[in-house]
């Protein structure tokens, strides 16, 4: 049972445009929210988080949107860069101590 | 500062047989999570370790067990080995006073034939 789900395996954006990923979830009692990035042959890095109070978070090009009635949280990529291309996990726990559930990523191509 | 660092980097082995990986966390964290992400899969929880104790667990069978050691470093053991346990297995390590943000290593690649 997936709890967070990436529908979309890929997507290719220009370099210069914006890159939305999207995210769904089924629990409800998912608290907080997270999207990390990960690169080939490297670990996954932690890119921005939300939590639940908050519909809304930035920082630099990355911003996240959280609609908590649809279960629903996208990352906006502004203006996509060529090292942007990457898998992106979106991520969620009940907690912010508690595990970490991820979707099944969404490998990102941002073209020349 | 060195950050979370796992080993080996890849490794196989046959089915039945037993494999152990190992994590140190990055310096000043005390909470290890350990996960499995087979190919084209997201990471998948395993458990966590916290003060020496299992903390957490995800759905995995008892042949998967680990261990925390007192400098925070921590033991993934797997035995019975399985054809669908080949998988990229990450550590993360986690600080006190978490934020939620996971530190992960670049993960031991565990090929069962």
């Known amino acids: 049972d997936q709890q967070v789900k990436q529908n979309s395996p890929s997507l290719s954006v220009q370099e210069g445009r914006i890159s939305i990923l999207n995210c769904d979830y089924t629990?409800?009692?998912?608290?907080?929210f997270l999207w990390y990035k990960k690169y080939p042959a490297e670990g996954p890095t932690f890119l921005i988080s939300?939590?639940?109070?908050?519909d809304k978070n930035e920082d630099g090009r990355f911003t996240v949107f959280l609609n908590k009635s649809a279960k629903h949280l996208s990352l906006h990529i502004v203006p996509s860069q060529p090292g942007d291309s990457a898998v992106y996990f979106c991520a969620a726990s009940d907690r912010w101590d508690d595990k970490i559930i991820f979707g099944k990523g969404t490998r990102l191509h941002i073209l020349p | 500062d060195a950050g979370v660092t796992q080993s080996p980097t890849h490794l196989i082995k046959t089915r039945g047989q037993q494999v152990t990986l190992r994590c140190s966390p990055k310096?000043?964290?005390?909470?290890v999570s350990w996960y499995q992400q087979a190919l084209g899969q997201g990471p998948q929880f395993i458990f966590q370790?916290?003060?020496?104790?299992?903390?957490q667990r995800g759905n995995f069978p008892d042949r998967f067990s680990g261990h925390q050691f007192p400098n925070y470093s921590s033991e993934l053991n797997v035995n019975a080995l399985l054809l669908g346990d080949s998988a990229l297995y990450l550590c993360a390590s986690s600080p006190p006073k978490n934020t939620g943000e996971l530190f992960f290593g670049e993960g031991s690649r565990l090929t069962v034939l």
């Open positions: 629990n409800s009692m998912f608290d907080y």
């Open positions: 939300i939590s639940s109070i908050k």
């Open positions: 370790y916290y003060e020496e104790e299992e903390r």
């Open positions: 310096s000043g964290h005390d909470t």
